[in-house]
C-alpha cells in the first residue's frame, strides 16, 4: 500500500482525537507530537513539519468551529487540510489532448518504465502516443524502451545515433497524438547533462516536461526539482517507487515547496501502476477515508462496467457463481486486493497483514479454474454442487477437494453478506451508494 507505515501511524492518531473526553491544549500538543513523529519517519523536513504544526495549533486553539461542527472534527478536519497543503494543496493535471513531453532526470530514476507507464494512461483515455528513445548514454536503455513498445504495442522511434538526430527523426516521420521522449540521466546534473537537455528542448519544444524523482531521496527531491527548474524549466514532476520506501512523505513535500507540482505518482512496476497526483484523494487514503474516484477510474481503464441487472442481483445476495467469476476477473484487472482496499473507505484502516491477501490473491487465480470446470447448471445453481460434483470439478481444474469447498464456503459467504447489506442501510447511502450508482448498481 501507499506510504503503509505513514498511513497506518496518522489513522492512530485521528483515532485518539474521537477519544478524548475534551480537547485541550495539552491533548492538541499530544497529537500534533505525534503527527511530527511520523512526519519525520517518512523524512519530511524538520523546517516544514514545524511550520505545518503551528498552522495546526493555531487553528484548533484559536479559531472558532465552523457551525454545525465540534471541536473534535474540526480538530481532524484540519489535520486533514494541513497535510493536503503540506504534500501539494493543489493537483497538477495533465491534459488530454496532442502534446510532446520530454521526460528528464537524473540515472536510476525511472524515467524509462514511467515513459511507458505514461503512453498506457493516454492510450487508455483515448489518444496514440508514441514513445521516443533519446536516452543514449545507458546502453540497454533503447532495447528496453523498444521491449515496453512492444508489450504495450505503442511505436516506439530510435532511428540516429545522438539523442538530437533521434528527436528530429521522430518530430518528422511521427503521426502519434503524443509524442513522449525517453532523455538520458546522469549521476548528477553535470554540464554535458545539462547541456544535452537544453538543446533536446530546444529541438523538441515540448509542452511538458517531466521531472522524474525516486520517492526513496527523500527530502532531497527539492534540490534536484529546483536544479532543473533553473536548467530547463520543468512544467511538472513524477515522484516515482512510492511503494517501496518510507521516505514517500518526505519526497512528496519536498516537491511541493520547489515551485513544480507534482503531477503523477507510481506505485509498482506493472504498466498501469501509476495515477495522476491528487493531494486531497492522497491523504485521503492516507487517512483511511479511501478514495472513490481513483476507485472508479481504476474500474473504468479496467474496462468495468456492469449492467444494472447484474448488479442488482450482486446487491441483492441472488448473484450466481458465473457473476461470482466475472467479479473476480474484475477485481484483477484493477490490480492486487492490497491497492483496492486502500481505496475503500475504512478498508485501508483493517490491519490486514499482506502476505494474507496476498495468498487471498492465489486463490482467487486458482477458483476461476474450478469454475470453469462446472457445467452452466452449476454455475447458475452452485447449491446443487455436492460430493460427486465437487470431486468432478477438484479433477477437472487440477484442484484439490478442499480448494472447491473452500471456493464454495466463501461464495456463499459472499452471498449471505450481500443480503444482509440491502436488507440494511450498508449500501443505500455515504460513498458505498455513490460508488453503487457510478457502476449502475440499482439501489
Given at each position: ?150 508489450a504495450l504495442e ?62 526513496d531521496i527523500g ?56 495515477e495522476a497526483y ?166
Amino acid at each position: 500500500m501507499v506510504l503503509e507505515r505513514f498511513g497506518e501511524s496518522l489513522r492512530e492518531t485521528l483515532k485518539k482525537i474521537t477519544r478524548f473526553g475534551s480537547i485541550d491544549k495539552e491533548a492538541v500538543e499530544s497529537i500534533i507530537r505525534e503527527i511530527q513523529r511520523s512526519l519525520l519517519q517518512a523524512d519530511a523536513d524538520v523546517a516544514l513539519v514545524f511550520e505545518l504544526s503551528k498552522s495546526i495549533r493555531k487553528k484548533v486553539l484559536s479559531e472558532k468551529p465552523p457551525a454545525g461542527m465540534t471541536l473534535k472534527e474540526y480538530f481532524i478536519k484540519t489535520i486533514y487540510d494541513e497535510l493536503v497543503k503540506f504534500l501539494g494543496e493543489e493537483k497538477g493535471e495533465l491534459e488530454l489532448k496532442p502534446q510532446k513531453i520530454l521526460i528528464i532526470g537524473l540515472f536510476g530514476s525511472g524515467k524509462t518504465t514511467t515513459s511507458g507507464k505514461l503512453a498506457k494512461w493516454f492510450k487508455i483515455r483515448g489518444l496514440t502516443p508514441a514513445l521516443v528513445a533519446c536516452d543514449t548514454h545507458r546502453p540497454a536503455a533503447k532495447e528496453q524502451l523498444k521491449q515496453i513498445g512492444k508489450a504495450l504495442e505503442v511505436k516506439v522511434y530510435d532511428k540516429g545515433k545522438t539523442p538530437e538526430e533521434i528527436a528530429k527523426h521522430a518530430l518528422k516521420e511521427a503521426k502519434e497524438d503524443v509524442l513522449i521522449f525517453d532523455s538520458s540521466g546522469r549521476d548528477a546534473l553535470d554540464e554535458a547533462l545539462a547541456k544535452e537537455l537544453k538543446n533536446l528542448a530546444n529541438i523538441i519544444k515540448p509542452d511538458e516536461i517531466l521531472l522524474i524523482i525516486p520517492a526513496d531521496i527523500g527530502q532531497a527531491a527539492r534540490k534536484q526539482a529546483e536544479e532543473f527548474n533553473r536548467l530547463v524549466g520543468i512544467t511538472g514532476i513524477v515522484v516515482t517507487k512510492l511503494d517501496g520506501t518510507a521516505k514517500g512523505g518526505g519526497a512528496l513535500s519536498a516537491t511541493a515547496v520547489s515551485g513544480a507540482k507534482v503531477k503523477f505518482i507510481t506505485t509498482g512496476e506493472k504498466p498501469e501502476d501509476i495515477e495522476a497526483y491528487d493531494p486531497r484523494r492522497f491523504v485521503g487514503r492516507l487517512l483511511g477515508y479511501g478514495d472513490i474516484q481513483g476507485l472508479l477510474e481504476k474500474a473504468k481503464e479496467a474496462g468495468i462496467s456492469p449492467d444494472a441487472k447484474t448488479a442488482e442481483r450482486i446487491l441483492s445476495g441472488r448473484f450466481t457463481m458465473k457473476d461470482f467469476y466475472e467479479q473476480i476477473s474484475s477485481m484483477q484487472k484493477m490490480g492486487s486486493i492490497s491497492k483496492i482496499m486502500e481505496m475503500v473507505p475504512g478498508f485501508s484502516g483493517l490491519k490486514i497483514p499482506k502476505h494474507m491477501l496476498e495468498v487471498q490473491e492465489e486463490k482467487m487465480k486458482r477458483w476461476k479454474y474450478a469454475i470453469d470446470s462446472m457445467t452452466e447448471e452449476e454455475r447458475e445453481n452452485p447449491d446443487i454442487i455436492k460430493a460427486s460434483r465437487i470431486t468432478r470439478i477438484a479433477k477437472g481444474s487440477g484442484m484439490s477437494e478442499e480448494d472447491v469447498r473452500e471456493l464454495l464456503k466463501y461464495f456463499k459467504q459472499v452471498r449471505k453478506m450481500m443480503k444482509v447489506a440491502k436488507g440494511g442501510k450498508a449500501f443505500k447511502r455515504g460513498p458505498f451508494a455513490k460508488l453503487a450508482k457510478q457502476f449502475g448498481f440499482g439501489l
